[in-house]
């Protein structure tokens, strides 16, 4: 089995509906500035679809944790 096999990759509407982000608005601000904050780690783009892989997302998120502590 390779590493895309175990990926969980999500939409932005599932991603909210999911629990890890609060809004399906400020997760699209969050990814439109991907680039300078960091979440481009986590993205997948397959054309203008944009999937969120959530195992690095959450390394995003605890990366921005750590930064701020």
Known sequence: ???SE???L??????VLAGLWPSES???WAIFHAK???LDSALVRIGKRV???SEAFWN???QK???QA
Do not use: F, H, Q
């Open 36 to 38: 300078t904050n960091g």
């Open 1 to 3: 089995m390779n590493k």
């Open 6 to 8: 175990n990926r969980r």
């Open 10 to 15: 999500y939409t932005v509407r599932e991603a």
């Open 60 to 62: 995003w998120i605890d």
């Open 26 to 28: 400020s997760l699209r």
């Open 65 to 67: 944790r750590e930064r």
């Open 51 to 53: 999937l969120i892989d």
